[in-house]
C-alpha cells in the first residue's frame, strides 16, 4: 500500500500516468489507503490514527475523504510507514486487492 489526490475527472490519468510500465504505486492515488484496514496486530499505530469499526474491531482511522488519516496528503506516502499495519505490509502492489482497489476507483 502506498501512495491520495483530489478525486477528479483526472482520476483515471493519476492512475495510469505511465501505462507502459505497469501498475506502480509512484503512479497510483493511493487507492488502496482508502479500504478499511483491520488492525490484527499491534505494529506501533498511534492512538489517534485508531478508529473502531461498527463490530467493534480497531480499524485505521479514515478521513471524510475516505483515505488513511495516516496518508500524507501532500506526498501520497504512508506518514507511518515503519509502524503500518499488518494488513498494509501484506497488500502485493499489482495483486488483486491492489487492482481491485485501483478499478473501484475509477469506477466512481
Ligand atoms: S492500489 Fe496498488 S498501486 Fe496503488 S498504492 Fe496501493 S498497492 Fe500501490
Ligand atoms: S497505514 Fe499507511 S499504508 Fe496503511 S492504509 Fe494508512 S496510509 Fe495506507
Request: charged content about 25%.
Amino acid at each position: 500500500m502506498g501512495s491520495i489526490a483530489d478525486e477528479s475527472e483526472d482520476d483515471a490519468s493519476l492512475l495510469d500516468a505511465d501505462a507502459s510500465s505497469g501498475i506502480h504505486c509512484d503512479t497510483c492515488a493511493a487507492c488502496c489507503c482508502r479500504l478499511e484496514v483491520l488492525l490484527l496486530t499491534d505494529t506501533g499505530v498511534p492512538g489517534h490514527l485508531i478508529a473502531i469499526d461498527a463490530w467493534g474491531a480497531p480499524v485505521m482511522a479514515r478521513l471524510e475523504d475516505r483515505w488513511c488519516a495516516a496518508l500524507e496528503r501532500q506526498t501520497l506516502r504512508c506518514s507511518i510507514y515503519d509502524r503500518r499495519p499488518w494488513v498494509c505490509r501484506e497488500l502485493e502492489m499489482g495483486g488483486a486487492d491492489c487492482v481491485a482497489a485501483r478499478q473501484a476507483f475509477i469506477e466512481e
